[in-house]
């Protein structure tokens, strides 16, 4: 019977034994005081665990390692500050195709194990997905500012289980208040993407709402996720945003506010950024050869700064190991920071940071109308192989849904 116990929630379990006047007599009153109890179906017995439907990975690969499977172990809060979610939509990534294919498994491994305790390997299944948007089902302890029933969304960091999956564990610290005006399924397609766009703008670049006003400011990689989201938090803080993108995109960014459109296809886009005013801050999506001239079009010695998001972080680390990639990719930034400073100009790389603060302060300017979720397609949870295909094949304009739970 005590196996039995084990295999619901610490909370539950807690309950239990904290009961006035129960003591561990509640252990052995039966069935029915179990059937009572205020949880899911849980399976319960020592040889099976409570399982869920979720996508996941057995190695890295292409789309073929994809394998749908209903006996994913369901979560349990092992943290007081953790809360279960259930998932009613999620939404794909270029790092989780990258993921998939066993991009930055070194570095996110070391952060999963720091010590080394499990094998090589020992992620899997994995289950992949970083956005979210659902329902609270349960809270840890010391979580004060949700409650189960509240519907939330997320970033969940790479090195956690991932959202494709009936639910997923996150940290108080890293959920918000889902803006009230989106759907699930419209919610979804912000987080991850609108997260890794404030960090590059807000942490690398400095800027903010009191200090954009009237500032140039240059986004290549300006029809993606990252894109699409910087350019409307760039126009909502009274900036003049310049897009690069294709043709067929050029719609799509005047409509979310971008002042001028560059197509990258119709010629150099170094010729055509040469008919215009020198820039303030730019953010790099697109990285390559961009980057050998992007940073001659800000402003010299004026604070102007150049923001990439595509670094050699991960890819040195899966090459090198963590140790020596962490010193080559140290080396590399130093001198790129220092090389760009002497021609007076700041050089700054920007990562995704998960942060439910931030995501409050997102979902301030999506219930106000100053930012839009831009969804490319949404697929249903049965098509996850299709929805990775779609995102493999790039040039998407705005995010990838999937429905996880049918409405």
């Not at 610290?173 to 609108?194: D, F, M, V, W």
């Not at 590059?200 to 500032?215: E, F, T, V, Y």
Request: proline content about 5%; glycine content about 8%.
């Amino acid at each position: 019977m005590l196996l039995k116990v084990h295999t619901f929630s610490r909370k539950v379990f807690s309950s239990l034994l904290h009961c006035p006047g129960l003591g561990v007599t509640c252990l052995g009153m039966g069935k029915s005081l179990i059937q009572q109890l205020p949880c899911r179906n849980f399976h319960v017995s020592c040889q099976r665990c409570t399982m869920m439907p979720s996508w996941v990975i057995d190695r890295y690969g292409k789309n073929d390692v994809l394998r749908f499977t209903n006996n994913m172990m369901f979560p349990l809060i092992n943290f007081p500050n953790e809360v279960i979610i259930k998932v009613h939509a999620a939404s794909l990534n270029p790092i989780d195709v990258n993921m998939r294919s066993g991009y930055g498994a070194a570095a996110i491994r070391m952060k999963r194990d720091p010590l080394h305790i499990t094998s090589t390997g020992s992620e899997f299944p994995l289950t992949l997905g970083r956005d979210v948007s659902g329902v609270v089902m349960e809270c840890g302890l010391d979580v004060k500012y949700f409650r189960p029933g509240d519907e939330v969304w997320a970033a969940v960091p790479p090195w956690k289980q991932g959202t494709l999956s009936e639910f997923v564990l996150a940290s108080g610290n890293e959920i918000s208040k889902k803006p009230r005006c989106l759907s699930h399924t419209q919610a979804a397609s912000l987080p991850y993407a609108g997260l890794t766009a404030w960090s590059a703008i807000r942490h690398a670049g400095g800027l903010n709402q009191d200090n954009c006003s009237n500032k140039r400011v240059l986004i290549f990689g300006a029809a993606g996720g990252v894109g699409t989201f910087a350019i409307q938090l760039m126009k909502a803080w009274g900036a003049h945003v310049t897009a690069v993108c294709s043709q067929d995109a050029s719609e799509l960014v005047k409509r979310l506010g971008a002042d001028d459109v560059i197509d990258y296809k119709s010629g150099s886009v170094e010729e055509q950024l040469k008919t215009l005013p020198l820039f303030d801050f730019i953010l790099d999506n697109v990285g390559g050869s961009t980057e050998k001239w992007a940073p001659d079009f800000l402003k010299k010695w004026s604070g102007a700064t150049y923001v990439s998001l595509i670094t050699p972080f991960l890819v040195n680390m899966d090459r090198l190991g963590v140790a020596d990639g962490m010193l080559r990719t140290g080396m590399t930034f130093g001198s790129k920071t220092f090389k760009h400073l002497c021609k007076g100009v700041h050089y700054r790389w920007a990562f995704f940071a998960p942060s439910g603060p931030y995501l409050d302060e997102i979902a301030d300017l999506v219930d106000a109308g100053k930012i839009h979720p831009v969804i490319d397609q949404v697929f249903s949870f049965s098509d996850v192989p299709k929805a990775f295909q779609k995102m493999e094949e790039g040039h998407a304009r705005g995010k990838t849904v999937i429905n996880v739970t049918d409405k």
